[in-house]
């Protein structure tokens, strides 16, 4: 899989805001994830991601810590990028593979949370990484999409799970070829039932559940 295009470098703080039309005709959600966008939205490019970042990063306190960049925050499309630092860097010089594991966990993790409705949480279930070529040293970025069709499963699923693949792109490379194509595989869960198995009243949900079906 290679992108058709390459990804964006990193959007200056002076960047002016576009007047983009939706790629969507779906109604966005309301979550915690949405609500930011909507709040952000009349930022300057560059100062709206680096909100974003930040605030992402309070959610999901150990990925603040890692210095991953949201560039494109999108219901349809989330691309996320990090800079080759010494904290990232494997043996050889190049962002770690687990650093690149994680920015695909994130950009996959996201454009699902924001298609998510607020009384469902979702989880990661499994993944695969697939190296097809050695990465350069320099600045690595995650792409995910979701269909308008994929969106409206999740929107009508109360619980399922769903393979979100991520391309991650070596952005100082001239390859034809993307280094590392990523899938995860992400389920989702009505919140009450997470809670539930938590205090051990998996029992109690099955059998309201069964007689929630049985009375229809």
């Known amino acids: 899989m290679k992108l058709t295009n390459k990804l964006p470098a990193k959007v200056p703080e002076n960047t002016k805001p576009t007047v983009e039309k939706p790629n969507s005709t779906l109604k966005p959600i309301s979550n915690q ?7 952000t939205k009349y930022l300057p490019a560059g100062a709206r991601s680096s909100v974003l970042s930040k605030a992402f ?17 999108d219901p349809n499309q989330v691309v996320v990028s990090l800079n080759n630092s010494k904290a990232v860097q494997n043996h050889i010089g190049s962002v770690h593979a687990v650093a690149i594991t994680l920015l695909a966990e ?10 998510l409705p607020a009384d469902r949480v979702l989880l990661i279930k499994s993944y695969s990484v697939n190296f097809y070529r050695p990465i350069k040293k320099g600045q690595m970025a995650a792409i995910a999409s979701l269909s308008d069709e994929q969106r409206l499963d999740i929107l009508n699923t109360p619980k399922g799970e769903m393979v979100i693949p991520c391309v991650i792109h070596d952005r100082e490379s001239d390859s034809d070829r993307d280094p590392i194509v990523v899938e995860m595989t992400w389920a989702w869960i009505p919140k009450a039932e997470l809670e539930a198995r938590r ?16 009375s229809k």
């Open 57 to 73: 990063g309070k959610v999901v306190p150990y990925v603040g810590t890692t210095g991953i960049y949201y560039e494109t925050v």
């Open 33 to 39: 994830f949405t609500k930011l966008l909507s709040i």
């Open 106 to 115: 994130t950009a996959t993790g996201f454009i699902l949370g924001l298609n």
């Open 199 to 214: 205090q051990g009243k998996t029992s109690e949900i099955s059998v309201a559940a069964d007689e929630t079906v049985a």
